[in-house]
């Protein structure tokens, strides 16, 4: 926590994670403002936040990279909010360390990112299906297979928009039985889809169910090869 002066912007009065964070002693963050512990290109939106924050409301949740003692810098999400300080209105600061979040996030994104690279150059079409048929994910060879751009599968259900109407309902009861666990995932079959141009396919499938952590089946990873 920051305490902060609101017509100087110096900061009144500090606790020991702040310290701590920042690397300043109480006594040394005293004497010093917000400019101190951001970087230049952050100062003005720091004090556009500051100067319209209204009475009695707090801010919305910055993130904002801060500057430590020593010129390190670290993310951290600040959310700012009024108080009293000693009879006086002040501004004060809540300061959060996100740095291992961000870290986090990072990774994930990059591991996304290696996910959809490997789907998307896969030379087997794949899916995601939710509980309903509805299409979550397609990859390339998918679009290709079935004639049409992504944003014209994704969002739709399978049974109803690519499957022959004549075994669409024999499909289906077999998806509901799998997502029951009333039947194992079949390690391969074929049935046939339908193209943009009317033609059907016939697909050679594998299929792999995808649980939630309770061990509920939610979705179907089906990925199948055109044998036409």
């Known amino acids: ?25 109480r006594e040394e963050l005293q004497q010093r403002s917000i400019t101190d512990i951001y970087q230049e290109r952050d100062h003005a939106r720091v004090r556009s936040e500051l100067e319209t924050l209204p009475h009695h409301e707090r801010s919305q949740l910055l993130d904002v990279r801060v500057k430590r003692k020593d010129g390190s810098l670290f993310d951290a999400n600040i959310l700012h909010f009024w108080m009293n300080f000693h009879g006086s209105k002040c501004l004060a600061g809540a300061y959060i360390d996100v740095t291992g979040n961000k870290k986090i996030e990072q990774a994930l994104r990059l591991e996304k990112e290696k996910l959809t690279n490997y789907l998307e150059n896969a030379a087997v079409m794949t899916l995601v299906l939710d509980e309903h048929g509805t ?27 690519f499957l022959p109407e004549r075994i669409r309902d024999e499909v289906r009861q077999v998806y509901d039985k ?47 090869t055109d044998i036409t």
């Open 178 to 224: 799998l997502l029951a666990g009333d039947i194992e995932p079949v390690e391969a079959y074929e049935n046939l889809v339908i193209n943009a141009k009317g033609e059907e396919r016939l697909i050679s499938w594998r299929n792999s169910v995808l649980k939630n952590r309770q061990g509920k089946i939610v979705a179907t990873l089906p990925s199948g």
């Open 135 to 161: 299409v979550l994910l397609v990859n390339r060879m998918g679009c290709d297979v079935l004639g049409k751009p992504v944003e014209d599968i994704i969002g739709r259900n399978w049974f109803e928009n």
């Open 1 to 25: 926590l920051l305490f902060i002066d609101p017509e100087t912007y110096q900061f009144l009065e500090c606790n020991r994670s702040i310290c701590e964070m920042l690397g300043y002693s």
